[in-house]
């Protein structure tokens, strides 16, 4: 039987490699301290050195083993490859929303309206691309923006009041 | 005899005292947090640490013991109703839980499961009081060149293990972890490391925020990504007399009590793999092997005992090492030593009362698990309604704030967004994301006494396979690596097929 290329593997290999040669290279590159007197062995770069060739060396091997197309058993079967349209859908629109909230709107305006606001359009938009929605419209705005205020309103008042946690914004 | 002194005396001070309350409230919290598809054990306890700031050191080791043990007991529930474990912990329980619930025996199912959690657990408790004291005194004899061999062990075995079939993966992802620990200033000459002149790097990256990014934003996008589950409808009858007749199966809880501690002691690994392999043990010394996969509460009972008893087995290197037995005790760990506890071999000398603490808060948080398991089944099932939509903006919130808590920085949030990121192709890709956060613990400990060792011996590398301690571990990284080449495994594989007479 003809063994196909194992892309996933290869693909990855491939960046492990590259992350590990670069370490090495950095690692290479840092200081050794010779006019302090610094024992050759403490230097900075060692352990990090070590650690990149080690990658580098893993990546490639992995790099080989895509080329080969061996996959070890059908459990250890990557499923990056594997996308429906939905679930396409539903996870960039996941990370989209995660990278607004992490970057633009945590930390640029108080607490509670970022998260509210955070809230409120992750789940009406979570909801509105589900395919198997049953909620009409208008309950699921009603819901979302009540899920969305209480939400945000009880969290600012754990962290804040109860555990005196100091929130941005 | 004074160390049972000072476990009846942790274990009153904690009954006769408020902190009963706090026991309670903490578990519930947990078993709600790891019925949740998509919370795990280690989002859960590294989200609570972020709340345990303000308590008292020993309130808040209660509480982040009390919510580990109810959440990985927690995800039973899910992994017997949605046939998705609540915890990656419930794997091995989904595959018998679920076939008992769709013939209408949720009810024995979860019986079962909430026994078999508490039997795990009270084996667990106890290995953690004969094996922890034990090993603390065998490792105050541990050097530099032990524990650098100790923290390259742990990343190998790690790997291995928790790889799915493909330790090249797990050692990969775990190689990784350590190399992402060297980020930050190194603590010989005070040199920061690929920080580049930006000084949030100069501190290296904090580990709670990689933990709550690579288990629970990666755990988000993982959800959001998977079809939606819906719950078995079905009767919930007969709950005590099953928890009492899993009493019976002495065999079967004794076997896996004690697989599970001992797959929670090696570093890393913990309570997924206490579950596999108890139930895997179980099937195999089992009579019915034919209602293995269709509904054995005997398979049931196994993986519940395997997983719950691995917790305190992984508190017993987390007390006397440092080193995280499990991703939820690597939370643990940082917890502790952000309250001020010094874990390591010097725990019983230093702080002999609050190991005996840690035993006694298990064993509340056992007999917790088993009330609030038993009398509550039936509200506990109404989480399992909860939208993931509807539900999943506010866990992502939760890690924010989690991530953001700890020192008060935007920065930790973007680490936390970005390992979130990272775990998520990680674990696409089939890399598993444990050796990860392994390293990142590890790293500081490999580096350090590394350095350490070589400027001892002036470069010379022989002492790391001389000395007697260090000449075993490394024989026994060795011999994993070996075994764990396709060629050598499919060698045993076809010697031990010769051997057995085809019985696999």
């Known amino acids: ?169 | 005899m004074d160390g049972l002194n000072h476990f009846l005396g942790a274990i009153a001070e904690i009954g006769f005292s408020a902190q009963i309350i706090v026991v309670f409230w903490a578990t519930l919290l947990g078993i709600t947090v790891g019925m949740i598809p998509g919370l795990t054990a280690t989002l859960g306890v590294a989200l609570v640490t972020t709340l345990t700031f303000t308590m008292e050191q020993n309130t808040a080791i209660l509480v982040l013991i009390c919510v580990y043990i109810g959440a990985i007991y927690g995800g039973g529930r899910t992994a017997i109703l949605l046939n998705i474990p609540g915890t990656p912990a419930n794997a091995a329980s989904a595959l018998e839980g679920f076939p008992l619930a769709r013939k209408g025996r949720a009810g024995e199912a979860m019986a079962v499961a909430t026994t078999g959690s508490f039997l795990g657990s009270v084996v667990g408790m106890v290995g953690l009081a004969l094996v922890a004291p034990w090993l603390a005194e065998f490792a105050l004899d541990f050097t530099s060149f032990e524990f650098f061999w100790l923290a390259v062990f742990g990343i190998v075995l790690c790997g291995q293990l928790t790889a799915m079939d493909d330790a090249l993966k797990g050692w990969i992802a775990g190689f990784f972890g350590l190399l992402v620990a060297m980020v930050g200033q190194e603590s010989i000459h005070a040199y920061a490391r690929f920080s580049y002149g930006i000084r949030d790097l100069e501190g290296g990256f904090g580990l709670l925020p990689v933990l709550v990014g690579a288990f629970g934003c990666t755990e988000v996008f993982i959800v959001m990504r998977q079809e939606a589950t819906r719950a078995v409808a079905g009767k919930v009858t007969g709950v005590f007399h099953s928890a009492l007749s899993s009493f019976g199966h002495a065999r079967t809880w004794l076997r896996s009590g004690f697989i599970g501690t001992f797959m929670g002691v090696v570093p890393g690994v913990g309570e997924d793999m206490g579950a596999w392999v108890s139930y895997a043990a179980a099937k195999r010394a089992s009579k019915r092997k034919e209602e293995y996969g269709q509904g054995s509460t005997e398979g049931l009972l196994a993986a519940e005992t395997g997983n719950n008893a691995a917790v305190p087995g992984a508190l017993i290197p987390v007390l006397t090492l440092a080193i995280p037995g499990s991703a939820p005790a690597a939370v643990l760990l940082a917890a502790m030593i952000i309250h001020g506890l010094r874990p390591g071999p010097l725990i019983m000398i230093t702080q002999a009362d609050f190991f005996y603490s840690v035993v006694a808060m298990v064993f509340w948080a056992s007999c917790a698990m088993l009330i609030l398991g038993l009398l509550l089944t039936r509200p506990l099932l109404l989480i399992l309604k909860v939208r993931r939509e509807w539900l999943m903006g506010i866990i992502f919130v939760l890690c924010t704030v989690g991530a953001f808590a700890i020192a008060g920085r935007i920065f930790d949030v973007w680490v936390m967004i970005g390992f979130g990121l990272i775990g998520f192709l990680m674990r696409e890709a089939g890399f598993p994301v444990a050796p990860m956060i392994l390293g990142v613990v590890l790293g500081p400990i490999l580096d350090n006494n590394l350095r350490r060792s070589l400027a001892l011996t002036q470069g010379d590398p022989i002492p790391f396979v001389t000395r007697p301690i260090s000449a075993v571990i490394a024989t026994l990284v060795f011999l994993i690596i070996i075994f764990s080449l396709p060629p050598v495994r499919r060698r045993v594989a076809s010697l031990r097929t010769r051997f057995m007479g085809g019985e696999r």
């Open chain 1, 1 to 169: 039987m003809m063994r196909t290329m194992n892309r996933t593997d290869f693909l990855s290999g491939l960046v492990v490699a590259a992350l590990g040669a670069a370490g090495l290279v950095e690692a290479l590159r840092m200081p050794r301290f010779e006019a302090r007197g610094a024992d050759p062995f403490t230097v900075p770069g060692l352990t990090p050195g070590l650690l990149s060739a080690i990658l580098c060396v893993l990546g490639v091997v992995l790099v080989l083993r895509g080329m080969s197309g061996r996959v070890l058993s059908e459990s250890a079967r990557p499923s990056i490859t594997q996308w429906t349209r939905a679930s396409a859908i539903r996870t960039l629109f996941t990370i989209v929303m995660v990278l607004l909230y992490g970057t633009l709107l945590f930390g640029r305006m108080p607490f509670f309206h970022a998260t509210a606001l955070f809230v409120f359009v992750f789940t009406v938009g979570a909801e509105l691309i589900d395919t198997e929605r049953r909620l009409p419209a208008w309950k699921l705005l009603i819901g979302g923006l009540l899920l969305a205020c209480s939400a945000a309103y009880a969290i600012d008042f754990v962290f804040t009041d109860l555990f005196l946690v100091r929130l941005p914004g």
